[in-house]
């Protein structure tokens, strides 16, 4: 408790703690609002779905470009430029009443959206000492977490109980908040974006990180159809509030996963870890068709989320051993480019199959997807083999400083 008390009492560190979080509480409420606000405007499921598969498309696509900006030229123009620009632009979203106003408004906000985690992540290492990075590190991770369990639940209480318009107000409110206050941290200024030689392949040129992209295909497919399935899911059996408690045990469930994971993490490689997990996954995926958005889908999705959540630590370790050097934001936002494209493929897909057929065939095809990228990463094992060993020390506090969301 000593080292986690040491960083606390570190006066910039509380700074970026403070600062970051009322953006992430944003992006954390964002898609469900946006879904309740286009469902309740237009009583169709499927444009709620589109509307918030097409704002995760444009946000995924632009998540590497984002990336790269930062590795190059740093980060006070994207987040003193895009965090007032998208709290605007959610404000003129939530007036929005037709459909082809309120899909294109949705498009436009996750072009604009503005890169607050991947600017996190590399400022720890010029707030804190180099001994205590690893716990800042946790220490951040938690508070994402955090907003994984309290964002769907705020975002789904204030759109049912009050207004969708009311929690866009939240979200727009937060993200300027949160992206002016990390506009204007010290560390912006000590820190300097890692160097890349002439020799170093780009990351779309390396084997291994074209491996993963592909396996992010198929899991991205599988997460936006399951996204999508659960609201409407819920909303078609009238139980709308349940939603927001299912993403919060999923949500709870990735944190202690996640803890797990990082107890083990040196005690067997990364990659051995993440394949037992990935089947793991899919074995606990089997039953998800047939649950009920009540009890029977809590205790799947939480079996579920017990996995990912460890199989995010290991992901991340081996991605950082992987790949290329000059790369340490670009290369995780490329990946989310890939992953975020076809989650939000599969969100509005899964928009329409939910309305015209049944989300249960959503919940079928996630758990397709599951073990489509565990063949995907089995078959890979040889381009791999960096990440097939226990890392050291150096390598584990990379890995752990790109345990983010990175879409935003």
Known sequence: ????????????????????FPARMAYGMISLSIFFKVQQ?????????????????????????????????????????????????????STGSSKTELVIFAA???????????????????????????????????????????????????????????????????????GVSLSLSPQLKTWKPERKSSSDLAVWRTPAMQLLMFEGVFIGLGTGAFEIAIPAFTTLENIPHQVGVIFAVMAAGNVIGGLVAGMVSKKTSSFAAFKRLYLFWFIFSLPLAFTYPTWSMMIVTAAMSL????LQVFYLEI??????????????????????????????????????????????????????????????????????????????????????????
């Open 1 to 20: 408790m000593s080292r986690y008390s040491q960083v606390l009492s570190n006066k910039p560190g509380q700074y970026l703690l403070i600062s970051s």
């Open 41 to 93: 405007s237009t009583g169709s499921i499927a444009i709620a779905g589109l509307a918030t598969g097409v704002n995760g498309i444009t946000g995924a696509t632009t998540a590497g470009l984002r990336g790269t900006l930062i590795d190059r030229f740093g980060m006070k123009i994207p987040l003193r430029f895009f965090a007032p620009s998208y709290a605007l632009l959610i404000l003129l979203f």
């Open 108 to 178: 436009i906000l996750g072009f604009s959206a503005p890169p607050i985690n991947l600017s996190i992540r590399p400022l720890w290492k010029v707030t804190v000492p180099a001994s205590q990075i690893r716990t800042a590190y946790a220490i951040d991770t938690a508070v994402m977490n955090s907003v994984g369990v309290f964002g769907p639940l705020i975002a789904t209480t204030v759109s049912l109980n009050y207004s969708p318009q009311a929690s866009l107000q939240i979200c727009s409110l937060l993200i300027f908040i949160g």
């Open 307 to 310: 996995m990912v959540g460890g």
């Open 319 to 408: 991605s950082e051993a992987v790949r290329p050097k000059g790369t340490a934001v670009a290369a995780l936002g490329w990946l989310w480019t890939v992953e975020g494209t076809f989650t939000s493929l599969g969100i509005a897909l899964g928009g329409f199959i939910s309305e015209h057929y049944s989300p249960r065939y959503c919940l079928a095809l996630t758990t397709i997807c599951v073990g489509m990228g565990y063949l995907v990463m089995r078959s890979g094992s040889g381009l791999l083999k960096a990440a097939d060993r226990i890392p050291t020390e150096e390598e584990d506090i990379d890995a752990l400083s790109a345990n983010l969301d990175t879409n935003k």
